[in-house]
């Protein structure tokens, strides 16, 4: 739940931040040339820093959504093998009894004998297509290996969304220092904000390619 809240809480504080950056920059209003040219470029510098912000909160989303949706699909196909697994049981259980019930009755006739036989053929062969059905994909050996591919998927976009939040964390971080040596004119300052950007655009083209996987969170 609180992870839905500070989802759902993204863009507003994006919104908030491009309104401080507005701000900041148009309290510099009357400044010497140098100086003046120092907050122009910290603006645009600024701008592209929420830019890029705007852009990870996005593929974050994205990640997100995926994860949740691979996680439903991967338990949904579980469940089906375990319903699949507990009516494959049942069957052949039924046509164990009915092979011991056959051979306990040597009165049978010919004919209840073959259609024993029958439903116990019946029963061999439809216990082999739970186990396996390469036609209709429903088989355990096909939903075990479908189920194993959706987790796969998950924890790929698991992966890609720790990723993109760092990249988030440090691209809010940064245009703080940014907005604050607008307001210092601190040109450390900015430098420092532009190298935490850096590291939070290499961390968010990590989460696309994810080159170096990250552990989940």
């Known amino acids: 739940m609180a992870r839905a809240q500070v989802t759902s809480g993204r863009f507003s504080v994006e919104a908030d931040e491009a309104h401080e950056i507005g701000d900041t920059i148009a309290e510099g209003g009357h400044d010497a040339p140098a100086d003046a040219s120092f907050r122009r470029t910290a603006a645009v510098i600024l701008g592209v820093m929420a830019m890029l912000l705007a852009i990870a909160s996005l593929l974050g989303e ?7 949706n691979f996680n439903i699909k991967a338990s949904d196909t579980y469940a089906f093998y375990q319903a699949k697994n507990e009516r494959q049981t049942a069957t052949a259980l039924a046509a164990d009894q009915l ?3 056959s ?3 040597s009165e049978w006739s010919g004919a209840a004998r073959a259609s024993a036989d029958k439903l116990i053929s019946d029963y061999r062969a439809t216990v082999a297509r739970y186990e ?6 429903d088989g355990k050996k096909e939903l075990l290996a479908k189920a194993r591919g959706y987790e796969e998927k998950r924890d790929h976009a698991q992966r890609q969304d720790s990723n993109y939040d760092y990249a988030r964390a440090l691209f809010q971080i940064a ?3 940014g907005s604050v ?5 601190s040109r450390p300052l900015l430098w420092l904000g532009c190298t935490l950007a850096g590291l939070a655009l290499i961390l968010a083209l990590n989460g696309y390619l994810l080159f170096i996987p990250l552990p989940l969170e």
């Open 103 to 105: 051979a306990s009755h």
């Open 175 to 177: 245009i703080v220092l």
């Open 62 to 68: 994205a990640a997100m959504k995926e994860t949740i």
């Open 132 to 137: 396996s059905d390469p036609k209709t994909g």
């Open 181 to 185: 040596s607008i307001v210092a004119l």
């Open 99 to 101: 092979e011991a019930l």
